[in-house]
């Protein structure tokens, strides 16, 4: 062997390789005849003809199959920006973070007339970006308590449970009808992507105030109860009693009708049927001297809601006598002089009041 001859492993270490540097090969096409191998080529060859990734004309690692990180981290990702960037986990993690210490305040309530709005503290960092869940419900008991059973929100009275979303602290509730003089009671949890907060302690509001459904509402207000009628001094006087279920803004009606029968019944549509209407189901008619020769008055007594819906009771009767000793001597005196000064004899001569 040449002195200049070496083993493989003899030779000097190359400490610093570079694209352009030489390796030993044999070529399997040509007897494995050995022959120097370009590092670059050796490198292109590898990126080549691997299934899994390839180098682009830019020089970026572009994977073709799939990236398994074998249970381990990725490191110094930068921030995503686009559509199709992977995203850091501190962009991610108030979505998804356990809220075991996150306990949002009791809800606030105030009347808003057609609404009730809640509101609690705002949830701040690292929590930010998520929602709140108001729930509610309303019940006649003041101290109706809201806790969580098995994952949900339970009254402890049998009141029904509901709940509104928000990604603001704050959720408008609309007010619905024959809510006022009943108790409100709502609590709040903090909800991300995964997982929900505790939930807040209850809070009670008494509705004081009517709602627009209350005052315009289709449901029939109701009809009067124990209608009655009678005939007094001259005047016709009907009484009845509000009804149990009247709607909030109804006004009654009052339908007289004056005839010689003694059975009557209005249906609404007479020509000579008189209407009034009135806050109060209580009326009051002065009968004229041209309705008293009618031996009988018929009435109905209807409540009529501000929606215009109407609730019609049974029409009652009763006879109608005139007391004629409601005119005095001396109104009679002044009835008779006026007479005289409009009518005179045949031949001319004017009456003289006796």
């Known amino acids: 062997m040449s002195d200049n001859d070496k083993m493989l492993h003899e030779l000097d270490e190359l400490v610093k390789p570079s694209m352009m540097d030489y390796l030993l090969a044999a070529d399997a096409d040509e007897s494995f005849e050995p022959k120097k191998l370009m590092l670059k080529a050796l490198v292109d060859l590898i990126f080549s003809g691997n299934a899994s990734f390839k180098i682009s004309d830019d020089n970026s690692l572009i994977i073709l199959t799939g990236l398994d990180a074998n249970g381990k981290k990725l490191y110094g990702l930068a921030k995503a920006t686009e559509d199709k960037d992977a995203v850091r986990y501190s962009q991610v993690r108030h979505l998804v973070d356990k809220l075991d210490d996150v306990v949002p305040t009791m809800p606030s309530v105030s009347d808003r007339v057609s609404f009730l709005r809640l509101a609690t ?30 994952g949900s929100v339970v009254a402890s009275t049998e009141a029904n449970v509901y709940f509104d979303g928000s990604v603001a602290n704050v959720v408008n509730i609309p007010k ?43 449901d029939e207000p109701g009809v009067p109860i124990n209608p009655a009628v009678s005939v007094a001094n001259n005047r016709l006087v009907i009484v009845a009693e509000k009804p149990e279920n009247a709607t909030v803004g109804s006004n009654y009606r009052f339908e007289i009708l004056f005839d010689d029968s003694a059975g009557t019944n209005i249906q609404g549509n007479e020509p000579q049927l008189l209407v009034f209407y009135g806050f109060e189901p209580r009326f009051v008619y002065d009968i004229p001297v041209m309705q008293a020769v ?52 045949q031949d001319g001569t004017p009456l003289t009041a006796k």
């Open 176 to 218: 619905s009808a024959r809510m006022k003089g009943k108790y409100f009671h709502c609590a709040v949890r903090y909800r991300n992507s995964v997982y929900s907060s505790a939930l807040s302690a209850t809070s009670h509001f008494l509705v004081s105030a009517y709602s627009p459904d209350d005052l315009i509402t289709p």
């Open 294 to 345: 009618k031996s009988h008055v018929h009435v109905r007594v209807s409540c009529v809601s501000a929606y215009g819906v109407v609730s019609a009771g049974d029409t009652k009767h009763t006879t109608v006598s005139f007391d004629d000793t409601v005119f005095s001597e001396s109104f009679m005196d002044y009835l008779a002089l006026k007479i005289s000064e409009k009518v005179q004899t």
């Open 121 to 150: 503290h705002t949830i701040t960092a690292p929590y930010y970006g998520g929602f709140y869940l108001f729930y509610w419900c309303v019940s006649d008991n003041e101290n109706t308590q809201l806790t969580l059973e098995g």
